[in-house]
């Protein structure tokens, strides 16, 4: 029997996503359901089993040789548990052995959705090529994954490269996470639109106040929305000096819907990293958008699962 795909899930705060992925990132199969994110665990898990059943239904489903799930976090690969901020009613739920208890003895790997999102940028997306990358989400949070020496390096729980949670502000807002200053109170869609709210920028005739409209607001001049974005361009650049700085990445990519306001994000956030980035080893730092589309996540979690194979030593569960 050929074992020449992988299955992977991406569980969020709003889906759950499946598919059968094969050795170049192509998606073979997929299902899909919505998060019962307000509903108890169970309810939860029953949609995790749906998706799982209708995988296993597909004739491909004997070519699985592996299942990798990337999950929002916190997630503990270690003990194999996740408990989403965005999912209330899974607090250190044993996934991984409820997923066992559905796939048998199919190896399964558990990694951050940050980290899913790296292994996949840099197996087919923006980092492909670089052996030592960060790269981030900044959407509604604000998330990341390093790739260190060549290898996708998510840490004893699966979490690490979690660039959000740094923080750039010692005497900054208190972050929910229980820190100050941290570059997600600054740089998540969010918080750049309370900002530019705040500063007294107001919403077009369709009353959309998302970050996709200040950036709209922004690319049109407007000097308050401009202010907001340049704000965040410089947290985001102090927390990717730092990581490069500590561990010599050379590159940074930054996805999710904020990294999708192209210029009035990148053009800041390029000036504000010569600021910060300012020792010889790594003054050639380069910060690019991410190329992956919405099926990151999965398409990583399948590369995490496919790397343990090849490489047992390499990470996890
Ligand atoms: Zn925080």
């Given amino acids: 029997m050929q074992t020449d795909l992988v299955a992977a899930l991406d569980i969020g705060g709003t889906k759950i996503a ?7 990132g192509r998606i073979l199969a997929r299902a899909q359901r919505p998060t019962p994110a307000q509903e ?8 995790v089993e749906e998706v799982l059943g209708e995988l296993a239904a597909s004739p491909l489903w004997t070519r699985a040789c592996a299942l990798g799930i990337g999950s ?15 999912v209330p009613g899974w607090r250190d739920f044993p996934l991984v052995e409820r997923v066992r208890a559905v796939t048998g003895d199919l190896p399964v790997e558990l990694i951050g959705d940050g980290v899913a999102i790296t292994a996949a940028e840099h197996w087919q997306g923006a980092a492909r090529g670089h052996d030592n990358a960060l790269c981030m989400v900044v959407s509604t949070g604000v998330g990341g994954g390093l790739v260190l020496d060549g290898r996708l390096h998510p840490g004893p729980t699966g979490n690490a490269g979690h660039i959000g949670h740094i923080s750039v502000d010692l005497d900054g ?4 996470c229980g820190a100050r200053g941290c570059v997600e109170r600054i740089a998540s869609g969010p918080n ?38 340049e704000r965040a361009a410089r947290a985001l650049a102090a927390g990717i ?30 000036r504000a990293l010569a600021e910060y980035a300012t020792l010889s080893f790594v003054r050639g730092l380069t910060v690019v958008p991410a190329r992956m589309g919405t099926d990151a996540g999965l398409v990583g979690a399948a590369a995490a699962a496919l790397a343990r194979r090849a490489d047992p030593t390499a990470a996890g569960v």
Avoid at 18 to 24: C, K, R, S
Avoid at 40 to 47: F, I, K, L, P, Q
Avoid at 207 to 215: E, I, K, Q, T
């Fill in 18 to 24: 499946g598919a059968l992925v094969d050795g170049h």
């Fill in 40 to 47: 108890d665990g169970e309810s939860v898990m029953r949609a």
């Fill in 72 to 86: 929002a976090g916190p997630v503990d690969a270690s003990a194999g548990t996740v408990s989403p901020v965005n």
């Fill in 173 to 176: 807002d208190p972050c929910p």
């Fill in 192 to 229: 750049i639109a309370r900002r530019a709210l705040d500063g007294g920028w107001r919403p077009g005739p369709d009353g959309d106040a998302s970050a996709a409209a200040v950036a709209a607001a922004a690319r049109a001049g407007d000097p308050v929305a401009v202010a907001s974005f």
């Fill in 241 to 270: 000096a730092a990581t490069a700085t500590l561990v010599e990445i050379d590159i940074a990519v930054v996805g999710g819907g904020v990294g999708k306001a192209g210029d009035v994000l990148f053009a800041p956030l390029r």
